[in-house]
């Protein structure tokens, strides 16, 4: 019986995680083949009419332009794996130098945002969920509903009005560096923080409550009641274990919406991050460097997918107690 | 006579309908004394759960008690303060509901389950709880009640269930139980056991009980006391056996009356009257596990064979083999002679003009978007090819032959009662003359007094027209009225099959026996008898024989 | 008719704020040339200059008349946003109808592509495309309803199955119908509230999606008129404590929040409808 029950969710979660290692997979290969699918030749298009046949001609060699499209997958696979993301084209330093800090930058300003915002989020959620059809509800999903109506850099224009021009609290750009202390930097990164977490939170908050309501209104929670328990008691002993799998994948959803979600508010705030590289890239139509950072952003994006699929797993009764 | 345990005077609860209030329950009195097992019994919308709960001063979302005084030993319950009402739920007065697996929690073992009233309230420890469960489920016959307690909720049968939570109920020894349709979820020969299970316990420690149900016959077995309601309102209360024998009102009397009409006996049948032949059907869903074994079945022109059997059985399976929906693994499906091609795509529009279904859920049978000209009107169109002008005639023709007015042409299902939508599946099959229909438990979602016009309808139309049915359910009482044959399954196999008379008169095969034996009867004695002849039966063959093994 | 105006007359206040704010955004776009009162592109007076009688909401970073220029964005904006939500809708429940429906090997192989497309951030997708393909808006269109109808072929897949288990569409099988009519008369006028109300978060999440890649500089090009391009050209000002882009922001905020007030009511109506 004990050896059933490893297995049974085991074999679910071998399963998830192997699905999630082909998404992997097929999104490098989208990649890879869209950048091939370029209509045109990729040489002429970024060096322009002007370009002479023999700038074209080493181009296409610097990039290996050459050889059939199979063994090029392959090797810049490989080379990706490896941590080797080739050289960027504006500016012939290595992708990786490039990509590096920027990414943990991006990191820092999205795991600060989580600290502050899946705690309020989920507390939020679970009153207003306690308190439905109470003014505080009401008030709450009114605020959370404009928000998320929201776009993030109108959120953000707010705040640098409001919390920089206005009153001057906090700077408008959120320039950070090496040099910096923590604390110096956590102080330049308080509005577009602030911007993320209003943002996160609202979709959040919502999704939570909406899981906690379905709970509520489950029948077992009526018997619940029904023996005279008290409420504290049928929140946290009967609705939250049931309600841990719902709010697990909300939180862990929302957390790949964040690292996706930065791209906006870098810009918004010039922070040196893989977003703001991102956008900068495309506009200058840097494909090594688009490359490599669209397939950061999306296995970041996947693995918190995947992250919460699983714990969403793990954390079901039913699942994990099978017959 | 001592002051009643419970009394509940002019009680009034409304329920939110879009932005008002309206009366659900409009003004009921009810007292219930010590040891009392008192019956309340309606068809849905008759407000009865609604009623039962309100003993305990508990509404559900969108309700609420408007009026009227709830008495509970010398206490006021009508506007306690909600500590005072937690002391006494799940203490003094305990709740079953129908789904047990709807209504245990699914985190938590059974025990834990049960031990968490008597703990909560300062009753027992919860070593002392856990001694007591062992002992409640061994009084309730639960297999290895050592054990069970240990497992979680989907880990344990229906039935199981079902008596795992009639035990919860009884962990702090209430003196009220009320129990909210324990038993409509569960296949007859289940049923028995934990009725028995519920008798029993409720005597033994003189625990009074609201015992809430739409089934007259099983309200018999337990009630002293009866309270038929209708519409929120009060249609007649009486002692038990007094109600069944005389019942005062009308509306007790029909429902008192339900499936006393019985179909004529048939003529000899002919070999030539054959329309369907199943030979040796084998079927299965997985590819692995056989739902269906080997079945043989013959239905004749104008006659009614009942396929009987109890969840489980491959019962519905069998009528997807004949559809078509689920091609056999062995077999064949001959229909007028001619074997049909196994699966529905490959079958001609007039092999499925021929065979037609009616389904249990008349409100999801319907597309709620269309209207009844389009349900009715589309297999014209599509198996004869009527004009607008044809199918219109054709249309009030129908109505009127399943008796309803010819304006309904216009409505959407959403406007007709549960019993004018079934009519209407009714219709759309007449529409395609079909020889056959197949009629899967199209009775089971009514209630009593509407099931029996459709049956009879049903009859009438067959003596019209001479069409056949094939009529799938579960449930004896209808099988008895209006079968001409009579086929019991049993996990996926055939136990016994003959015409009526015979399958109906002993010796029965042991499985009938067990099915026909456990169908609740008026007789308030009936449960004790039955269990009383069981028991001996048992202790003649195998006389040392454990109870709980 | 008589039923809709009773539905409309019963609405909460919150549904008919909303309404009401997409019916001015609305006749704002549709009468954009009468309505503004200098050209989409006319320079009319000096940079960034602040509210006046002239100049209701102040002037761009180029001079032009800031209001003109928020009118027929309104129109730009709005317009192509409802031909990708039009576009991702009519690809999406076609696709997901069809995998309902059939089941099978098409349901496993349009829910694989659809779940891989799903496991990319939208976002970075199309940022990736367009640096592949150019910004030009039929390929903003293409791309954006492609990413988009995944969304909507979820939705409607799952909206369709609950639907397809029903015994009606059974009903309809055993007769004999084809898949046209079990899609067409069947499945579709019973899925039409969820995907209503869906259409109407679509549409919202399509028009952000527009404005921040508008924003980013990857969007509509200038100087067709767009509010996500116009905060992006006076970004700069905010600095300087003038709040212009503020005004194309609101706009966008506004839109949306109307539609959602609209889309939350109808969620509320269309759930009270099922019980």
Partial sequence: MELLKFNGITALVLKRVGLGLVTLWVISLLIFVGVEALPGDLAEAVLGQSATPETVAAFRKELKLDMPPHVRYFAWLGAFVKGDFGNSLANQRPVVDLISWRFANSLFLAGVTAMIAVPVAVLLGILAALYRNTLFDRLISMATLSTISFPEFFVAYILIALLSVQVVIFPSISNINEQMSFWQKLYAICLPCLTLAMVVTAHMMRQTRAAIINILSSPFIEMANLKGLRKLRVVVLHAFPNALSPVINVIALNLAYLVVGVVIVEVVFVYPGLGQLLVDSVSKRDIPVVQASGLIFAGTYVMLNLLADVLSIVSNPRLRNPR | MTAPLLEMKNIVIEGLSGESWLPIIKGLDLTLHKGEVLGLIGESGAGKSTFGLASMAYTRQGCRIASGSIRFDGKELFGAPDSELRELRGARIAYVAQSAAASFNPAHRLIRQYAEAPVQHGIMSYAEAEEKAVATYQQLLLPDPENIGYRFPHQVSGGQLQRAMVAMAMSCQPDIIIFDEPTTALDVTTQIEVLAAIKDITRRFNTAAIYITHDLAVVAQLADRIMVLRYGELVEENDAREMLAN??????????????????????????????????????????????????????????????????????????????????????????????????????????????????????????????????????????????????????????????????????????????????????????EPDLIICDEVTSALDQLVAEEILKLLLNLQRKLQVSYLFITHDLATVKAISDEIVVMLNGRIVEKGPKQEILKPPHHEYTDLLLSSVPEMDPDWLDGLLEARAEQENGEKPMMEPAA | MTATFKLLRSSPFSARLGMAMVLITLLAAIFAPVVAPYGETEVAGDVWLPASADHWVGTDNLGRDLFSRLVYGARNTIAIAFLITALSFIVGTMWGFLAATVGGWMDQLLSRIVDILMAFPTLIFALMVLSVVGTSIPALVVVIALLDSTRVYRLSRAVAMDIEVMEFVEAARLRGEGLWWLMRHEILPNAMPPLVAEFGLRFCFVFLFIAALSFLGLGIQPPTADWGSMVRENSGAITFGIFTPLWPAGAIAFLTVGVNLVVDWFLHIASGLED
């Fill in chain 2, 247 to 432: 019942p005062r009102e009308t509306y007790t009397r029909d429902l008192l009356a339900v499936r006393s009409f019985k179909k004529g006996k048939s003529d000899a049948a002919l070999k030539e009257d054959v329309i369907l032949e199943i030979n040796g059907v084998t079927a299965s869903y997985t590819g692995t596990e056989n739902v269906l074994e080997d079945i043989d079945l013959e239905i004749r022109k104008g006659r009614t064979v009942a396929l009987v059997g109890e969840s489980g059985s491959g019962k519905s399976t069998l009528a997807r083999v004949i559809t078509g929906l689920l091609p056999p693994v062995q077999g064949e499906v001959v229909f007028k002679g001619e074997a049909l091609p196994p699966a529905l795509k490959s079958r001609k529009r007039k092999d499925l003009q021929r065979l037609q279904m009616i389904y249990q859920m008349p409100d999801t049978a319907l597309n709620p978007r269309q209207k009844i000209r389009k349900v009715i009107g589309r297999p014209l169109a599509f198996y004869f090819n009527y004009s607008r002008q044809q199918q219109e005639k054709r249309i009030l023709e129908l109505l009127d032959q399943i008796e309803l007015p010819a304006d309904y042409i216009d409505r959407y299902p959403t406007e007709l009662s549960g019993g004018e939508k079934q009519r209407i599946c009714i219709a759309r099959a007449l529409a395609a």
